[in-house]
């Protein structure tokens, strides 16, 4: 087991090539967001595009396309009704994150299963919130599981898993990752990444971020990450400390640690470790 | 009577458990913003997370929804109408704030009724603005009224108790918060709290916060404060106190007081009481 | 003609009496912002709001509600066609202004004419923009004239007037002043004032703040100064002069002076200017 | 060819004449923003306003009038089916922008035709992003090439010129500028910009702004300056030249550069020099 410390950032964050356009750093397409819970994918949209993702479209319910500009015009936005245009999007993208604020009504479920069907070669899923619920209750397979991460908190990894809380335990976390064939990124007071390789574990984070959002921001940031940065296991360990690590510093200052300031400090905390390393 | 100062902030405002998750800091439900008025629950909700809630949902006219989530993705959301899952989450609460901005039409009544008849044992129900009229007018009866909290301004409170407002002796409003059996929270100009074993009275506050939404906020906070800690009246009287304690640093540099930049600086006195603190 | 200087701040901006409560501090209604236009009422309200007015209620087309909460919970809201809720909340007010973005349609017009017809006697009545045109146009008559504010700029004024710009000497201004009854605030490089008493002067402002919303926010602040401050010829001049006061500090950093940046200042700078004072 | 250097902002960044109004400093037309990319538009605006045109009005669907408000109530809205409004705008503007998040679909094509048509004598007119697509695929004409500035990428300006990338050498580039008779300004790592008489080649610029709505920004700015500065080709330059500036600036403390933090700090930027030239 590998413990998560400043070496991943400056190891993850290199210096951007100078001659490069938008498409460089990754296309990005985030989906989630339904009637009650739009303000999840919102988040994953700010922590997205903040951590440098070079083009970011969010696919959620149209009462959230307002919000979503008026915070953050630099996102793109389609309906899950948008069958066309989303597959479009969906299959030029560099990695898809499916899940914050999702819900399970049978219409995000048509997308989910869309989504998995459509899967590139190349291209990652991550697959967070509601969708993993989905996944495990509908038994859905995965065409490229080396190229999914799923981003459960403990009770959803039961759902797809099957192990209790207390069976949650390395090997059998594990094992199940093996038979899984897709990262697990086990949220909990010390998160645990599960690629098949490598177990990380975090050693940051605080009792402060335990407030609704803290997740969808993770998931934005783990999309970003892995939109522009080469090696994902890297940069997706990356993305879970760095996220914890603002958090840290923030909750100095703050008893709770709003998930929207974590997304807002990205750009000047990347450019540090940025800076730290090559 | 006890005066309120910053020793109710030390005691309450406890450092967190290392081991938690949002489930941990409380959920609320803030129920209030109708057409006209959709700008109160939008401030009760800034404050309510703000202060650290864990989970928050927001149930107010659909119209609500697009500005509420510009300015705070962290809520979620329901419609008055949304009969079905607005009980479920109620029924999950820890806290229910009704009132703010809400109205006095026959929905919302009957919302405020299924409130009240829903109302769990352990759960606590803060009754603000038209809600207080409301209970007042139609004579509307507590299931667990040593688990309610009224915040009426001194006209309202007239129409709770039948006091006028030169009847509102401590003696006389002792007796009628005996009689009602909740804790009664009087605003005006230092604000007292009756909870039946103890009289608070304020001791700091300014004229600079009379203004639309300073009460709003107040609500909001008085929610996330019994959400998360343990002895609530302890929880409601360091709201109380710590509401005006903000308005009175921000007065220092501010002819009026906006009821929103509470909100914005809340997680960063908690900390600083914290510290002081445990 | 009198030169406004600090003075006029000192003088009108008072210590707030201790035992007050919002109403304390009057009641404002806002009436603009049609489907092209909704911004310079949106700009109005923060204005209004942030000089300290205790309740503001802006009544615009409803696709305006949504922004305007966004940034500005602390309004209230309602549409030209909600009449009757409209006629109440207008009757109740301490100052009604109409004209921000209001465009010039038939619904507005019955707008406008019902506004000038239930004009209460010690109710203060600002007409700008578009209302300006409409008066003029349709030889509106004035209920109370004493009572009634007009902030046109020179064209408007021309057309309420009859007086090309040429022919809008002191003079000549100060004898249409008196024919027409109400105070005229003649915008302008130096804006003037006319009251039938004094002829104030402006002597600050700059080129920076010639920009789309700069009159919008003016008239917010002349609502929100008349509305709170009991001499109301002080208080206009007062709103005039640091309106242009803080736009020339503004214009020390910013080629050009946002105008929703003056009234994020207006509570800073309303301090201030209160402790020179009493 | 010449450098871009701090030079062209000193010469034209004038210091504005105390006798102005709004009108002194321009009105700008922004035509973009569809269903899928209202961001787009959003950004030129904030772009064009921060940059100190007079009087910015944005046409764009319906759905992204509430998000743009809420970031900028400085702007006036139209949709793309209010003909005879925004023939009559785009009639009286002194720069009409087209392009930004506009879109290929039938409405769209149909407004930037009617724009073609419209163009005044005098009138600047910005054709950006999808705009340059269409006028490529559609073969439109333009009314006075003289007073039109094309903003392709790459890839765009291959479209309008059929020159694959390797064959834009500035020779080429040159003859073509001279064919179409419009200025270019070609996106690239080092911007350049033909415009018959001189080419100039940017200096500045960096990776941290490869990321959606760099563009949209820039073309917001063009608007803005060529809304209020005499000396167009010169005024283009400058714009082009800081939006890099501002750029590089953020980028020693961020990643990522975010569009939208570049427009709020135009006014700053744009008054430092200012103050060196003029």
């Not at 993702?53 to 969010?58: W, Y």
Request: aromatic content about 6%; overall charge neutral; proline content about 3%.
């Amino acid at each position: 087991m590998i413990e998560l410390t400043d070496d991943i950032l400056a190891k993850v964050i290199k210096k951007r090539p100078e001659e490069s356009h938008k498409g460089t750093f990754g296309r990005a397409v985030l989906i989630g967001g339904n009637y009650q819970y739009g303000g999840a994918i919102i988040m994953s949209a700010e922590a997205c595009i903040h951590s440098g993702a070079g083009l970011t479209t969010v696919v959620t319910t149209e009462k959230n396309h307002h919000p979503l500009h008026a915070r953050l015009p630099e996102a793109m936005v389609l309906n899950f009704s948008d069958w066309e245009l989303l597959y479009e999007v969906v299959r030029a993208a560099d990695v898809v994150l499916i899940g914050p604020g999702l819900g399970l009504d049978a219409t995000v479920l048509a997308v989910l299963k869309g989504v998995l069907a459509e899967q590139q070669k190349d291209q990652w899923l991550v697959i967070d919130g509601s969708a993993i619920t989905l996944v495990a209750k509908h038994q859905l397979s995965l065409k490229y599981p080396k190229q999914v991460i799923f981003t459960p908190h403990q009770m959803e990894w039961k759902r797809l898993s099957g192990l209790t809380i207390e069976e949650q335990t390395t090997e059998n976390n594990q094992a199940m990752q093996e038979k899984l064939g897709a990262t697990i990124i086990l949220k909990k007071h010390r998160t645990e990444i599960y690629n098949g390789q490598t177990v990380y574990k975090n050693t940051v984070g605080n009792a402060g971020m335990a407030t609704g959002g803290t997740g969808d921001t993770l998931a934005g940031m783990i999309a970003g990450f892995a939109a522009q940065f080469e090696n994902t296991s890297d940069a997706v360990a990356a993305a879970v400390y760095l996220h914890s690590k603002i958090g840290d510093d923030l909750a100095e200052e703050n008893y709770v640690v709003l998930p929207t300031k974590v997304s807002q400090a990205l750009p000047g905390y990347m450019k540090k470790y940025n800076r730290k390393g090559s």
